[in-house]
């Protein structure tokens, strides 16, 4: 997690698999993740309850987590607030994931304004080493909305069960509803805010990166503009990031790269240029 800049904790809901579709299905391998849930709370539990920024209000005092609903719902890793109180950049954790940017309606308050995720443009041969190719970044809206309103479309899934499950089926959101959404064919905008993954991919975002680990800033110098970067780690670059087809097709690195992405004087970012890469493991190194 990280720090708001009005001093408010934000932690991380890091989803444990990526795909809600067989949440209710009891041959599903992971299953008993969910069971022990449904332990836990005593009912069955709703799979978009979960995957959120939480922030913690008052916590000097009370302490009262607050799902943010409106940053989206995925694996969430460490998020960052810019210094305009409104920008808030979030990586995804795992693989074929996404790059996410939110920007807030109002300052200081993260309940509610328009979701966007990056398109990647690799600025180099396909193939080559991770730590020479930048990639340029363009921003795809996927939609607006509070957390009011979302919260009322995540309680439309409550009350489901291992008995409402239908081989071949899912009782959550299905890939017709994604591809109806992305038509402009959908009622509302939940597929965005729920399935927040399938939502940038069907609009043509790039949704290839493996293993984001967070982004962070220099809070102070990114205010003042003294060192106006925010930096993304990735823990390994590997499978959609280093296949040959889609957007991202650079060379594995199993050990990482580290990018830096330039603030502009409204806290965008337009490129990610590797500053730090993992080098390969050699257990004859004592160092």
């Not at 969910?34 to 000097?60: S, W």
């Not at 950049?89 to 790059?99: A, E, K, P």
Request: proline content about 4%.
């Amino acid at each position: 997690g990280s720090v708001s800049p009005w001093n408010t904790p934000l932690t991380s809901e890091e989803l444990y698999f990526d795909d809600t579709a067989d949440w209710n299905n009891p041959d599903y391998k992971y299953i008993d993740g969910v069971d022990a849930l449904a332990n836990y709370k005593g009912e069955y539990p709703n799979p978009y309850d979960y995957g959120y920024i939480v922030e913690i209000k008052d916590p000097a005092g009370r302490a009262i987590p607050v799902k943010q609903m409106a940053l989206g719902r995925y694996s969430h890793e460490n998020a960052i607030v810019m210094p305009d109180r409104k920008t808030v950049y979030m990586s995804d954790d795992g693989t074929n994931v996404v790059f996410y940017k939110f920007v807030a309606d109002k300052a200081g308050d993260l309940s509610s304004g328009t979701l966007y995720a990056a398109k990647i443009t690799q600025m180099a041969e396909p193939g080559t080493e991770a730590s020479k190719a930048p990639f340029q970044i363009s921003w795809i809206e996927l939609a607006h909305a509070s957390n009011d309103e979302i919260a009322s479309w995540v309680a439309e899934y409550d009350g489901i069960t291992k008995d409402d499950y239908k081989a071949g089926e899912t009782s959550y959101i299905s890939d017709a509803e994604v591809a109806a959404w992305a038509e402009g064919e959908a009622d509302d905008n939940r597929v965005a805010f729920l399935e927040s993954r399938r939502a940038a991919a069907a609009k043509g975002a790039t949704a290839e990166f493996r293993k984001m680990e967070g982004v962070q800033i220099n809070q102070v110098a990114a205010a003042d503009g003294s060192v106006p970067f925010m930096y993304m780690a990735m823990s390994e670059v590997s499978k959609g990031m280093a296949d040959d087809k889609g957007d991202i097709q650079v060379a594995e690195n199993k050990c990482g790269v580290v990018y830096q992405m330039k603030l502009d004087d409204n806290f965008n970012v337009q490129k990610m240029t590797p500053v730090v890469a993992g080098g390969a493991y050699d257990k004859n190194n004592a160092a």
